[in-house]
């Protein structure tokens, strides 16, 4: 029995020792390589290496322009490589979109970070040779025949750009980047679900990023040159009034982008003096946030905002606008940056505004209350009161005598108790006759 309980015992601590060295062998021991790939409208695959095996937890650390924090996904790993795979299929990136990405494992009680690595989500589907040229602080981008119109929007993005600045009293913060489609499905496949189908051209602020679809069913050339100075002057807006805090005003946003096209407000003021005279102007605070999704609420949610930046030049020179972009930068809310730019509070340069167009200023609408139901209710049944009726006979208990003067459930029970009791005394008598044995064959 002794020499068979020390071959046992060295067996298991053999055994012990073999995971314990397996485990050692395979601890994780750092990140190694950092790779990306990216197909554009399918995925982004991010992989790394594993030195020494996994680690417990393993995460991946996404962000992209304007994010205010990574967003951290969680990620299986098993031996000496792990991969992550974003389905942009599903969820929507906008092309030349940079994304940043780190790598953290937590194995034990220790954190290890990755360095960080970058991947450039380029718009590479079929047929998009791109071609690119730098003018100035944009660099324009097409494929096809187009390079001759395509220089004209980089030409035109400089311009809009100078002015910008000038009249904003700022600088652009870095280079803007112009990509040129010439099919309207390869243009809407950049600008991705919810685009607007009127949309000729598109600014992605972040990513200081702007669209063009360059094609007659776009507009006339003319349209779309106005439409570049349009899209570039958002850019240096955002540089201008970039803040921690919040987006500036959305119809000041776009008041300026549009006053900017030509340097007034055109024929914005007759748009607004026809709804003034009929169904009304919106109240600003309407139109802040977003604007309506309707063509005639749309356009007047612009006509409004570049109106009102034409009253504020023309009443308080155009430096008025370079401080308003100065106090948003220092974290001024939208009635703060207003007050800063005219020198009154918000509420009144609203009144000036509507009174400019000889209506009152609008007024909330109260909701309605709500009537009394009308519905004819069908008449309640009768009620089941629940529980147990106390007339009912009451079943026999299970360890009660049946009829038969047998206990109605214990037979089992017992006959269970007895074939328990019989293995147990059948496995011991089993185990004293093989130690027997191994005692017998110890001696001999």
Known sequence: ?????????????????????????????????????????????????????????LELLLRTPGSDAAFVVPVDASGTRASYVWNTAVDYVTPNTLVTYQWRAFDGDEVTVSDEATIRYDDDRPGLDWQSRQLGEATVHWYGDAEAQAVRFGELTALGVERGEERLGTTLAGPVDVFVYASRDAFFGALGPGAREWTGAAAFSEIRTIFMWNSAEAGSQAYLETAMVHEVTHIVFHDATDNPFHEPARWLNEGIATWSEAGDAGGDRAIVENEASGGGLFAFDAITEQFPIGERGGRLSYAQGTTMVDLI????????????????????????????????????????????????????????????SNVDRPTAGEVDPGGVDPDAERPPDEGSPSEDGEPSGGGFDVGLIVLLAAASAAAGLAAVAVSRRAERRARS
Not at 319 to 347: C, F, K, N, Q
């Open 313 to 372: 030049v023309d009443t308080y020179g155009p430096e008025a606008l370079a401080r308003m972009t100065a106090a948003y930068r220092d974290g001024a809310s939208d009635e703060e940056a207003l007050e800063a730019g005219t020198g009154i509070p918000a509420d009144e340069l609203y009144a000036d505004y509507y009174a400019s167009f000889g209506v009152e200023a609008p007024t909330p609408i109260e909701p309605e209350p709500i009537a009394p």
């Open 1 to 57: 029995m002794g020499r068979l309980t020390r071959w046992l015992l060295a067996a298991a601590l053999a055994c012990a020792v073999g995971v314990i060295a397996a485990d050692a062998a395979a601890a994780f021991d750092g990140f190694g390589t950092l790779e990306a790939d990216s197909a554009y409208g399918q995925n982004i695959t991010f992989e790394v290496s594993l030195d020494g095996g996994a680690p417990d937890e």
